[in-house]
């Protein structure tokens, strides 16, 4: 059997633009980042583990202007998989299909999750008192 | 000519009706990981500035501990799960797509395991 001429999943090429198409790549492109993100986590924890001196050093990468800006990059992110995700469970459970109803929750999902990674922006420096 | 039969040949090759498992897993993953994200992602927020012993002292209350070691298992899981899915997509060449779902086995549960143990050890 010659399997190699065979199309291969994804052929994204054949398809006429749509917003679901790029929120769906958007999820799948968030989750890889995501994947990576984790290792902060981890390192974050590590290092609490490890000492003072060692969480002094992820503290001091976290306030740094890189560090700022990687970790907004990981909040939308995370609040972004997990919006369209919950957009994804619904269509899982059978629920809108219909092309303007799934269109309008990802509009939804994309706004709440820029609303919410503000949010949870704020409510760092908020408790952090400014800047 | 092969002496193998159309069973054997077929086995491991197609749906052995363990495809679902991966995909539900990646689901009851997800839905748990709707609260758990949502309280570790106010607690981050909460926790900025945090110093050592503030840090320290919220992650061994025992809810804390608890939920983060939940946490850990859930995403580290859903993440293995939605990385392979990726990698299927897209590496097509055998031995390189099955070297790393192997690879990414290994780093999600050697990274999750890891912070685990940092959960632990400083909550005990």
Excluded at chain 1, 18 to 25: C, K, L
Excluded at chain 2, 33 to 44: A, D, F, K, Q, R
Aim: net charge positive; glycine share 8%; with cysteine.
């Amino acid at each position: 059997m010659d399997r190699s001429n065979r199309p291969l999943s994804p052929h994204l090429q054949v398809y006429r633009f749509q917003w679901n198409m790029t929120m769906s790549m958007l999820h799948r492109f968030t989750g890889v980042a995501l994947a990576i993100g984790t290792l902060l986590l981890a390192w974050w924890l590590i290092a609490a583990a490890a000492g003072p001196e060692a969480y002094a050093v992820v503290q001091g990468f976290a306030f740094s202007m890189f560090g700022r800006l990687v970790l907004l990059g990981f909040t939308f992110a995370l609040f972004y998989h997990l919006c369209n995700g919950v957009r994804h469970l619904l269509w899982d459970i059978g629920l809108g299909f219909e092309p303007s109803v799934a269109a309008a929750w990802g509009w939804i999902a994309f706004a709440a999750s820029i609303v919410m990674t503000v949010l949870a922006w704020l409510l760092g420096y908020a408790l952090r008192g400014g800047l | 000519m092969t002496l193998r039969s159309p069973l054997g040949r077929a086995r491991g090759l197609g749906s052995a009706r363990l495809g679902a498992q991966a995909w539900w897993l990646q689901r009851i993953t997800a839905v748990a990981l709707v609260p758990l994200t949502l309280w570790l992602t106010v607690s981050v927020a909460r926790l900025t500035g945090a110093s050592h012993s503030d840090f320290t002292i919220w992650v061994a209350a025992p809810w804390n501990a608890v939920l983060m070691l939940v946490a850990i298992a859930t995403t580290f899981y859903h993440l293995k799960v939605g990385v392979d899915v990726v990698i299927e997509d897209y590496v097509h060449t055998p031995w390189i797509r099955i070297s790393l779902l192997v690879a990414t086995w290994f780093a999600a549960v050697l990274v999750g395991a890891t912070s685990a143990f940092a959960v632990l050890k400083i909550a005990l």
